[in-house]
């Protein structure tokens, strides 16, 4: 049986994208070996082992090129995929509070739509896989994602219900924001949740220090405060800049949480976990709307006044960026999707400056510079500066071989003089 540990490799919650849940399948297994083995007897000539072993190297860095510069394509599509259906629901969300001003019933209605996952999982499974199961039996496999015992009441209640009201909060608070404030600084302050996601892990899952990080989480709250004081600290402006901040923390907590209870998961255990959201979200959260309606606090005259157009276009485009969040990292780079999120601001700048929404004063634009700036740098992998380090150590190393060979063809005192000042230089280094 399969045992989940709490146990999270470091800095795991804050590398992946925001709300994202799985792992590529089968990334725990061992690497093949790319290169055959050789023949001994083929061996006993030192050129032609080298040539053979330069043939397999050759052989093997264009396997791999080809492999990133399909994960970079496959990135390109989703970095656009992501930040249009991101940009998408919130722009339609603020429409729609024109004509039908109900933010926990288009919750309600936008989250019931993770029942989805697990049936569009599994029909894409059945495609794909050679092994034939029934709908019951890879439910069952994907339960033991939950424990030995599977889906059991106790584990519903004590480890489902708390992801599902986290879930529900996250997009209830972000819509009520989309009320108050514009969809820029919305979009913008959201992106605070991977600072946020960095602190709580650092804290809770005591993941390694990174003073990178550090910097960029203190310019995340150094980007909400010049966001509030743009708008000079007006009642209206503050509750929406609280509203999306909360939105934020809420997302971080749910991502740290996650990873905290139940680790990580594969495809199909978090096309049931979400679907187990979405289904519960219709079960028991449904009478909420209906007191709702009744109290006249999200009140409609008539269901014919209601824009479901609107609604099922907030709900899709929500459904379709859960699913690359989740889902996309089999076919290209995590960070390239995080990266479709922060793509968002811009866009939805544009939108509002079009539709002359929003006052793009200079406090406003060097809060949302620094916030994205912040959230770029959180992006960064652990070793970058190992990386910057080695990348300068081979550039040196490239440019020596060539000053050697140029004065090579000198006289002799010379070449004496080059390599002492070659020694020299390095030395220096």
Request: charged share 15%; with cysteine; glycine share 6%.
């Amino acid at each position: 049986m399969k045992k989940h540990s709490a146990r999270v490799a470091p800095l795991s919650a804050c590398n992946s994208p925001v709300l994202t849940l799985t792992k590529v399948e089968g990334e725990d297994r061992p690497r093949e070996n790319v290169v055959g083995a050789t023949d001994p007897q083929a061996a006993t000539g030192a050129a032609g082992a080298e040539s053979a072993s330069s043939k397999r190297k050759l052989h093997c860095c264009i396997r791999v090129t080809t492999v990133q510069v399909r994960k970079a394509l496959w990135g390109v599509v989703m970095v656009i995929c992501v930040c249009s259906s991101w940009a998408g629901s919130t722009q339609l969300a603020k429409l729609t509070f024109k004509q039908f001003d109900a933010p926990f019933t288009l919750t309600w209605f936008a989250t019931s739509w993770n029942c989805l996952f697990f049936p569009l999982y599994y029909i894409g499974h059945m495609c794909k896989s050679p092994e034939r199961q029934t709908p019951r039996q890879r439910f069952r496999e994907c339960c033991r994602f939950f424990g030995d015992d599977g889906l059991t009441p106790k584990v519903f209640f004590t480890k489902m219900a708390p992801f599902g009201l986290l879930w529900i909060l996250t997009n209830y608070l972000y819509l009520q924001a989309l009320r108050k404030i514009n969809t820029t600084d919305v979009s913008a302050l959201f992106c605070c949740n991977k600072a946020f996601v960095f602190l709580l892990s650092w804290i809770v899952l005591r993941d390694r220090f990174m003073g990178v990080r550090i910097v960029a989480a203190i310019l995340a709250i150094a980007g909400i405060v010049m966001m509030t004081y743009a708008d000079g600290f007006h009642s209206h402006s503050v509750i929406g800049i609280t509203l999306v901040v909360a939105s934020a923390s809420m997302s971080a907590l749910y991502k740290v949480l996650f990873k905290m209870v139940l680790g990580s998961a594969k495809f199909g255990e978090a096309a049931l976990f979400l679907s187990i959201v979405g289904s519960a979200n219709f079960v028991f959260i449904s009478f909420v709307p209906v007191i709702l309606y009744f109290t006249h606090v999200e009140y409609t005259s008539s269901l014919a006044d209601v824009p479901w157009a609107y609604l099922c276009g907030v709900a899709g485009l929500q459904f379709a960026f859960n699913v690359l969040v989740n889902f996309g990292i089999a076919m290209t780079y995590p960070k390239l999707i995080s990266l479709g999120i922060v793509l968002s601001v811009p866009v939805n700048a544009m939108v509002d400056l079009y539709t002359c929404e929003i006052n793009f004063n200079t406090v406003r634009l060097i809060a949302v510079f620094i916030i994205c700036l912040g959230f770029l740098m959180l992006l960064l992998p652990e070793d970058w500066d190992q990386c910057i380090i080695q990348l300068s150590t081979k550039l040196r190393k490239r440019d020596e071989p060539a000053e050697g060979s140029v004065e090579a063809g000198a006289t002799t005192g010379l070449n004496w003089r080059g390599r002492a000042r070659t020694s020299m230089s390095t030395f220096a280094h």
